[in-house]
C-alpha cells in the first residue's frame, strides 16, 4: 500500500465512533498529514446507492444478499478511493470496515463468520487497516445513546437489543484474535480520555513506519 497509513475505526451503532474519528482527524491534519476521511457503507458515489438499498429501502434483504451488497459497497470503495490515497501515502480514516461486516452479518444475523470474512478480504484484494479503534458498549447503553439524538433508525438500528449484543461479543472476540491491529476503548470513558489513548497509539504507528 506504497507509505500511506490505513485506519478504521469500529463498534455497535451509538457508541461515538464519529466523534472519535472527526478528532483524530483534526489532530493529524494539525500535525501536517494528509487526510482521507471515509465511511462504510456510503464512501463512494455507487456506495450512496448502495447504502441507500441496505438502509433505507422498504422492505426485507436476505442475510446472503445484505452480506454481499456490504461487500460490493467496500470493493469499490477500496478500489476507487482507499487504496488510491494509500498509494499517494495519505492517512486514511474510515467510519466501519470489514470488521463490521464480520461481527454484524456474522454474528448478527448468524452467517458463518469465516465466510463472511473471507468475501470481504476477496473483495477487497487482502487489504487491513495498520490500526482499527474498537469502541466497546454494551447494546442497552449504545441504544440510549442512539435514542437521544432524536433520528430515526434505520434498518439495522431497528433490530432487537440481541443482535447488538452479538454483534458486541464477535467484535471483541475479533479484537482479542489480532491484538497488534486493534485498540479496544471502553465506551463509557469521556471523549479526551479515550481520544487520548487514540492519539497515543498512532503516534507509535506513524513513528515505526
Ligand atoms: P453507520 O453509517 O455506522 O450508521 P449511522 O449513519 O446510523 O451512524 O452504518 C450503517 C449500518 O450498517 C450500521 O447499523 C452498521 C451496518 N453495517 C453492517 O451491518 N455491515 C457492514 O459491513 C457495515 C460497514 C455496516
Request: hydrophobic share 40%; net charge negative; aromatic share 6%.
Amino acid at each position: 500500500m506504497a507509505n500511506g497509513t490505513f485506519i478504521s475505526f469500529e463498534g455497535i451503532d451509538g457508541v461515538g465512533k464519529s466523534t472519535q474519528a472527526d478528532l483524530l482527524e483534526q489532530f493529524l491534519i494539525e500535525a501536517g498529514h494528509v487526510v482521507v476521511r471515509t465511511l462504510e457503507p456510503g464512501g463512494t458515489e455507487l456506495g450512496k446507492e448502495i447504502r441507500h438499498l441496505l438502509l433505507h429501502r422498504k422492505g426485507e434483504v436476505a442475510p446472503r444478499s445484505e452480506a454481499l451488497l456490504y461487500a460490493a459497497d467496500r470493493a469499490h470503495h477500496v478500489a476507487t478511493k482507499i487504496r488510491p490515497a494509500l498509494e499517494r501515502s495519505e492517512i486514511v480514516i474510515t467510519d466501519r470496515y470489514l470488521d463490521s461486516s464480520v461481527a454484524y452479518q456474522g454474528a448478527g444475523r448468524e452467517l458463518e463468520r469465516a465466510e463472511v470474512r473471507e468475501i470481504s478480504i476477496w473483495a477487497v484484494e487482502g487489504l487491513l487497516p495498520q490500526l482499527t479503534v474498537l469502541l466497546d458498549l454494551d447494546a442497552a447503553t449504545a441504544a440510549t445513546r442512539r435514542n437521544k439524538t432524536g433520528e430515526a433508525p434505520d434498518r439495522l438500528e431497528r433490530e432487537k437489543i440481541e443482535f447488538f449484543e452479538a454483534t458486541r461479543a464477535a467484535y471483541l472476540e475479533l479484537a482479542a484474535a489480532e491484538p497488534e491491529r486493534f485498540l479496544v476503548l471502553d465506551a463509557r470513558e469521556s471523549i479526551d480520555e479515550m481520544q487520548q489513548k487514540i492519539r497515543e497509539r498512532i503516534t507509535k504507528v506513524l513513528d515505526s513506519k
